[in-house]
Nanobody
Framework: QVQLVESGGGLAQAGGSLRLACAASGFSRSTVGWFRQAPGKEREFVAAIPPSGESTFYADSVKGRFTISRDNAKNTVYLQMSSLKPEDTAVYRC???????????????????WGQGTQVTVSS
């Protein structure tokens, strides 16, 4: 079983940066994704990374501003967020696909384990 715990959220000004971390036990063979959900909106895919960490996949809305990475030795996946915008405000959750495949990574249904989430608020 994979347990995920996010950290690093908080308040940032527009144009600023934050780094989120997703710590987990037993997910070195899992694809990990980041999703976000703003009030009144559906959960939205942000980024994903396969077990090897050799490739990454981003939503168009964050491409060039966010970077996903992982350190399997530390059982942690990171989401470095730069050039933040007020529309990035949301609860961010990491998720793990224990199958280890790297298909349909933008789909919520792909993932079988989820963290509780961390709030990110960007002020203008």
């Amino acid at each position: 079983q994979v347990q995920l715990v996010e950290s690093g959220g908080g308040l940032a000004q527009a144009g600023g940066s934050l780094r989120l971390a997703c710590a987990a036990s037993g997910f070195s063979r899992s694809t990990v994704g980041w999703f976000r959900q703003a009030p009144g909106k559906e959960r939205e895919f942000v980024a994903a990374i396969p077990p090897s960490g050799e490739s990454t996949f981003y939503a168009d809305s964050v491409k060039g501003r966010f970077t996903i990475s992982r350190d399997n030795a530390k059982n942690t996946v990171y989401l470095q967020m730069s050039s933040l915008k007020p529309e990035d405000t949301a609860v961010y959750r990491c998720a793990a696909d224990s199958s280890g495949t790297y298909f349909y990574t933008e789909r919520v249904s792909t993932y079988d384990y989820w963290g509780q989430g961390t709030q990110v608020t960007v002020s203008s």
